[in-house]
């Protein structure tokens, strides 16, 4: 993340070095940075002359960049009359011209003696430049040509040749210097002094229609692409472009800075370049200029040229030394130094909506009571657009047109939608209300009867966590889950949109309480199957592994037709081990908690097969998993169900509907199954695969010689479908149980 930004930050500031050199070469700019000594001339012809380098007394570092500049034809060139056509500070680098060597013959074979078949460039031993061996390379070009390239280095000397040959022009191919027409040899470093020879085997006589000449040079790479065109254009040509590396002096930064005669200014670094010796200096990061200049590096200012990454609707950009940082415009409020700013929602700002308003009623008066309309809804749609953006809409919006199929499914609602559903989030469409927010039933545009969740905490810490959670769950496709239609982003805090499930919990059914519907032994098979189905789905077969982790009959919904639907299972893997025992304290739901993981605080997925026994014990027993009417040491159900196995009492403590109606054979198979389930040591538990399969099994069985029953109950079921089970009962259509975790946690 540093380095990337880092990277940027070069980036930018490489531009604006650009940028610079470009506005001071036109004259336009006011306050263009300074390159030269003060009061020393910075241009020659076309080419800048930066400080160290210098065209007049005192305006040079020393010799070495004491430059000459011919003011008639606007040549710069050093003491050596190379001639420079332009200067880098950044790279360090000159570019200059030099001299092509040629070797040509006239018609009858006889060498011109006017062209220069032998050229050299010197550079003093020890001062501060050398030939560039990254940049440039030696070619010659010809078809009758070889050459010699030979000289010093700043230890050694060396000798090197290349010889290219053709003997019709078809043969030579653009592009490519390898031999045909065209050879290259690559330089070595700290090439200090160096000749170039140019020369033919048989003066060019047989080919001499179409190559005349021999050449050979050194060129800037990327300057130079050879192209059949070249043996004859080159003849023209006096001098191409070659590279020089400068640097200051002869020691690296280490041994410099001590120096008395150090150059770099302040706000810049010194560097060492690769392969050669001397040191150079650069800006800091943020700041511009000539590092070699005392006062040369000039803090960028970032707002002024647009390089800052401000939120411009709500962030004022600051400029600050070597940076910027981004502060909240008046009216919002936020992470200062951060991204995000949002409209600050406090006393002043009723005021100020409220003085809108009779402004508006006055505006209204005078007639322009359209244009705040036009203002509000604008403000709105913004506030809204900051909302989404803070609740990870993008992020979102993203992850959902990343995944295939089925996540399309959910639905991005507008907060306009959920509002129009739930009447405004009336008070009277709460089902329930709990320490984590609010739970609004609501009618959609379609007609769909839905559940809207309204969280009261957002942490914008937890916001990808939140979005992945909601990308997973709505990946989700069960019968026997409850489904999330999507979500609501636009709004203070995320609002999610579930189905809606009309019959209320399970728990509510558990102790034969709610006598228009008993549960009968069928039913309980049933509705345990479904839910053990459940749990595997979302244990093993969803895309990717979730542990429900907070399974308890509060949990457990049933629909319609008195089908299970587990909620509520969201309660995050990512959630902290302690904040899951903090709020299962809290709200009482020890007595599902497997008791290895309350002491580990090891969470695995044997922790909910334990809270699966417990809820398959609740159903055996008929009551519910803490009861105040259990004497103290078997308040725990588990407990209570496991003692009672095994000192052989089971029959006197299971619920009499299922004594009546269960086989003696089947209550055994399902209470040792639940014993198994709530086994001490986890790894004993079955996996839930295991549990679902033996409940599905004990189905069978049981189903296959009483298919009358069962039709009959399913005339039973549809029977109470049509009960106005919701008019009659308002109270107890706590749809999603409120006072644990939320589907998704915020915290
Ligand atoms: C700089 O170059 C000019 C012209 O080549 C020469 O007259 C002058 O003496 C040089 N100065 C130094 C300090 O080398
Ligand atoms: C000089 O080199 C810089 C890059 O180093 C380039 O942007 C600029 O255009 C060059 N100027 C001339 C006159 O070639
Ligand atoms: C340098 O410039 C001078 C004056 O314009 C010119 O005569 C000479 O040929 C140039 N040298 C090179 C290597 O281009
Ligand atoms: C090449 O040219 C040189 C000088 O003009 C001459 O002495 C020599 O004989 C020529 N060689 C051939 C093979 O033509
Ligand atoms: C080429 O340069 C070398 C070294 O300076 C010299 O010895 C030789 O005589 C020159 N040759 C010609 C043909 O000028
Ligand atoms: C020349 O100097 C370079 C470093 O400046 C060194 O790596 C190289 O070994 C030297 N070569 C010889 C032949 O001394
Ligand atoms: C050089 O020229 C050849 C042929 O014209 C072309 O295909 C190639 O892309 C060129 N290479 C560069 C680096 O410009
Ligand atoms: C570096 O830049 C800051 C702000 O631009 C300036 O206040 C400070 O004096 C500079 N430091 C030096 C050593 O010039
Ligand atoms: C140039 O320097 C780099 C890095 O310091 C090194 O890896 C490389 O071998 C050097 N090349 C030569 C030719 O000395
Ligand atoms: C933001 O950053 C700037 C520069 O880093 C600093 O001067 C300023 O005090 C910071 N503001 C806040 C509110 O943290």
């Not at 509000?376 to 995944?403: A, V, Y």
């Not at 009309?502 to 519907?517: A, D, R």
Request: proline letters at 3%; aromatic letters at 10%.
């Amino acid at each position: 993340m540093v380095g990337a930004m880092g990277f940027q930050y070069l980036m930018l500031v490489q531009l604006t070095w650009v940028g610079v050199l470009l506005i001071s070469g036109t004259g336009a700019a006011g306050v263009a940075a300074q390159l030269a000594r003060p009061n020393c001339p910075d241009r020659c012809g076309d080419v800048e002359i930066p400080f160290p380098f210098g065209i007049a007394e005192g305006c040079y570092l020393n010799g070495n960049f004491n430059l000459s500049c011919d003011h008639s034809s606007g040549v710069v060139h050093t003491g050596r009359n190379i001639n420079i056509t332009n200067i880098s500070i950044e790279e360090g680098q000159l570019d200059i011209s030099m001299y092509v060597a040629h070797q040509c013959f006239d018609e009858s074979g006889f060498l011109q003696t006017n062209i220069k078949s032998n050229r050299s460039l010197s550079l003093t031993a020890g001062s501060a430049f050398t030939v560039s061996y990254t940049q440039n390379v030696f070619v010659a070009v010809g078809c009758d040509t070889y050459s010699y390239f030979n000289g010093f280095t700043s230890n050694d000397s060396f000798s090197m040749g290349c010889l290219s040959r053709c003997t019709n022009i078809p043969g030579v191919v653009d592009g490519s210097c390898s031999g045909l027409g065209c050879c290259k040899v690559e330089i070595p470093p700290g090439l200090k002094y160096f000749t170039l020879e140019a020369f033919s085997f048989g003066n060019h006589s047989e080919i001499w229609s179409f190559n005349p000449c021999s050449y050979a040079f050194v060129v800037k790479q990327d300057q130079f692409n050879f192209s059949a065109d070249d043996l004859y254009t080159l003849k023209d040509k006096e001098a191409l472009p070659m590279v020089l590396d400068w640097a200051i002096g002869d020691e690296i930064c280490e041994n410099a800075q001590s120096n008395s005669n150090f150059v770099c200014g302040g706000n810049s670094t010194c560097y060492d370049p690769e392969n050669s010796s001397g040191y150079r200096c650069k800006c800091k990061l943020g700041y511009d200029g000539n590092p070699y200049l005392r006062d040369g590096c000039q803090d960028i200012d970032e707002c002024s040229k647009n390089l800052d990454n401000c939120d411009k609707e709500t962030q004022l950009c600051n400029n600050s030394p070597g940076g910027f940082y981004c502060s909240c415009l008046e009216g919002y409020e936020g992470d200062y130094n951060g991204t995000s700013c949002h409209a600050k929602v406090n006393k002043s700002n009723v005021i100020n909506i409220a003085l809108g308003i009779s402004f508006g009623l006055l505006v209204l008066l005078a007639g322009g009571w359209w244009s705040s309309k036009v203002v509000k809804k604008r403000r709105m749609i913004r506030q809204k657009n900051i909302f989404f953006k803070r609740n990870g809409g993008l992020l979102l919006q993203q992850q959902l047109s990343s995944h295939e199929a089925n996540v399309e499914n959910t639905k991005l609602f507008n907060s306009k939608d959920l509002e129009k559903a739930t009447d405004h989030f009336n008070v009277n469409r709460i089902l329930g209300q709990g320490g984590q927010g609010t739970v609004y039933k609501g009618m959609l545009a379609d007609g769909r009867i839905v559940v809207v969740k309204k969280s009261k905490v957002v942490d914008e810490g937890k916001l990808k966590e939140f979005i992945n959670e909601v990308v997973i769950l709505s990946q989700i496709n069960h019968r026997n889950v409850v489904k999330l239609i999507g979500c609501c982003l636009e709004t203070e805090v995320p609002l999610l949109v579930y189905e809606y499930v009309p019959n209320g919990t399970l728990s509510q059914y558990v102790n034969g309480q709610n006598e228009e519907f008993p549960l009968t032994w069928d039913i309980r098979l049933r509705i345990v199957a479904e839910i053990a189905g459940a749990f595997f789905y979302l244990h093993s077969v969803a895309s990717i592994p979730i542990y429900p982790r907070d399974i308890k009959s509060t949990n457990i919904l049933l629909d319609d037709k008195y089908r299970a639907k587990v909620a509520d299972f969201g309660t995050s893997r990512s959630i902290t081990i302690d904040q899951t025992h903090l709020t299962t304290l809290v709200h009482g739901t020890f007595g599902h908690l497997d008791p290895e993981y309350f002491q580990s605080s090891q969470f695995t997925e044997k922790s909910d097969v334990y809270s699966f026994g417990v809820i398959l014990a609740e159903l055996l027993i008929g009551e519910k998993a803490i009861s105040s009417t259990r004497t103290q040491e078997s308040k725990s159900l588990a407990t209570y169900f496991i003692q009672s196995v095994e000192e052989n009492n089971l029959f006197d403590i299971i619920d009499s509907q299922v004594l009546k109606e269960g086989k003696k054979e089947e209550i055994i198979a399902v209470a040792k199954l639940a014993k198994r389930c709530l086994d001490l040591n986890g790894k004993k538990r079955p996996t839930m695969r295991e549990v679902a399969m033996e409940l599905e099994k004990a189905r069978m069985l049981q189903k296959a010689p009483k298919l009358q029953q069962n039709y009959e109950e399913h005339e039973y079921v549809q029977e109470v479908v049509y009960k106005p089970w919701e008019a009659s009962t308002p109270s107890t259509m706590s749809t999603l149980s409120i006072d644990t975790q939320p589907l998704v946690s915020f915290q």
